[in-house]
């Protein structure tokens, strides 16, 4: 028998609670034995919640329980979730969270903390809701070496490009949709400025590359600036603006980790992933690309991969191999950005703006604004390269181009 | 120290040598200690090969070797391949297996007689190549009860039918180039007549749903007969043609596993699944649909997933919990095939094949034949309802469409 306690009642916290206790038969098999929720710890009250007799207010009760094996954390953000935490793992429970961001800037010291008293810190619901993609990344892709990871991390923006490639709608219309559905907060910078993506590659590109690597250090940019004019042009040339958080590993180790907005070229299948959905790809030098494909985020969604880190940690109790990575630091990641080849449009004619740019491509698009034009240049350029190829002119949209 | 044996040394066996014995590092890391190769079995000569010292042509050296904790199985077929996976399990090894055929014919004994000695029957590799699949279902999904698992599970048909759509070549035209390209055999038949998918449905329902479900069990369909038109309507509107493998749980418990090309709208994800890539989605009740997508063939791919098994194994020797079903039988399947909507084809105007089937959606196409008609049904119907409706009409196009 293992038993459980859940910190935080909110949306994701009951859907664990609703999964364990839905599935408690076909758990109890995939386990090797009952999992029991003996509490909840929450300062609000629930007077409606059928799981009334397990909340307890204050957290020493389930520190101080030796019968509580393992905690699931799903209260968010970095204050008191980040205390609980240590004082779970120190009081010898292994804890489970979806908390992106308590990963992001404290997974280092957790998952160490963890091995040091012999116990697990799991996080697969922390980077694309239950789609699976921890635990392929350090078991099934074990006989590779990683290379790349590119995704499309947040399903707000990703909703939101979608409906303006849609619609034709401008940035402010598909957000205020987005927010009448209920996929976007009423405050959406998390999501439209690249923090929630941004969090969730620096764990992916921990696990994969072997060092911590934070998100002060992943240059990151939103989609608050993308036209409808720069999903015309990307459109009609065969190509999606995706939001794209990369971690590739370059030839002397370090990691380029950046989060932006892409023209992704329609062949690619992450051009294919619309509306919420998320969708990781990973290279390896044996397997090559595969891609991951889901709901990055929603209630029941992100609680069967809190369950099934549950699930795993109550079957092999005794064994269960940490996930780890060293300590970061400033040269864990790439001294300079990584070149890309780039989306410019400028209010200029198309052979002086191929001039500037050193070649390129020059973009149709039906309903051309007089004067402007849009290239995607010849070479891969740093951002710094490019900025001197522009020199005095001031192009009115720049976008990264994914190859 | 972890020692292996690789038996059969074609493109797989001599890959996983590649990938063991060039990741050395790496694999010692993830395994918690070295895995040694150190013996390959074929009875051929290989004069050139870098591991020659390791060969022997003898299988009970390997069998009588109490070092060789996992053997390697890429042998396939199921003749000397299924005597010495027998041999091994019984001797106390684990067998990983890139071999679908032995697995899908044989992998209820096989797994049984695993655990009946203690050890682990793998076999990641069998379906999709690289790509996780088997282990997402099995530890990933674990806190859902799966429904339906719908996929593009051979990578040469996949090829052909795409060939086929953007060149709008006849099937043997594009067979004949996928032949040259080497993605097709010289005798074709297990790849386009669709028996290889259907291993792989088997594989995955057996796992997902408990209970053996066998190759002779599941109708099974090719691509022989889809013609350069039915891809133009498929096209005409907003579908492709892909041959798909489908097992979906029905209300009484028992399986609907069929093998047979559907019309797939653009919109669904497998659709963008393209050349010779698979994709695999799953549908569970808290998770919703996840998708796995990568080359599900190919040297370097397929050993990748079966060193990520032997990986598993000796990193959890003692304790690795067993991938297990019950026995099948003619109860385990549904006793009605599986009622969808339809694509028919047939010489005759648009007015009487609608009311033939009961209305429907009827197709335009540039370029129509004069009296030929195509049409969507409009109800979902099981292939001996569809038969009652057709009554005397002999049509030239029948097709499944996936909703």
Known sequence: MTKTAILGYGTVGSGVAEVLCG????????????IQLKYICDVREFPDSPYQDR???????????PEVG???ETIGGTGVALDFTRRALKAGKSVVTSNK?????????????AAEHGVCYLFEASVGGGIPIIRPLTQCLAANDLL????????????????????GAPFADALKEAQANGYAERDPSAD???????????????IAFGRHIYPDQVPTEGIRNITPTDMDYAEQSGRKIKLLGRAVLQPDGTV??????????????????EDVFNGITVKGDAIGDVMFYGKGAGKLPTASAVVADVIDLARNKEHRKAVLWEEGGPDAVSAHPMATRWYVRAQTRPEDLRKTLGGGQVLARRGIE??????ITADSLTPEELKQRLGALQPLSVLRVLD
Do not use: Q, W
């Open 70 to 72: 393992i905690v699931v």
């Open 55 to 65: 909340f307890v207010k204050d957290f020493s009760v389930i520190e101080n329980d």
């Open 192 to 206: 439209v400025d690249g923090h929630d993506a941004c969090r969730k590659i620096c764990i992916l590109a921990s």
């Open 148 to 167: 790349e990871i590119t995704g499309i991390l947040n399903g707000t923006t990703n909703y939101i490009l979608t409906r303006m490639a849609r619609a």
């Open 101 to 113: 961001e308590l990963v992001a800037t404290h997974g280092y010291e957790l998952t160490h903390l």
């Open 256 to 273: 380029s980790a950046y989060v932006c907005p892409h023209l992704v070229d329609m062949e690619n299948p992450l051009a294919g992933v």
């Open 23 to 34: 599935h408690e038969e076909s758990i109890a098999r995939k386990a090797d034995g009952p």
């Open 370 to 375: 007089y004067g402007e034009t849009a290239c």
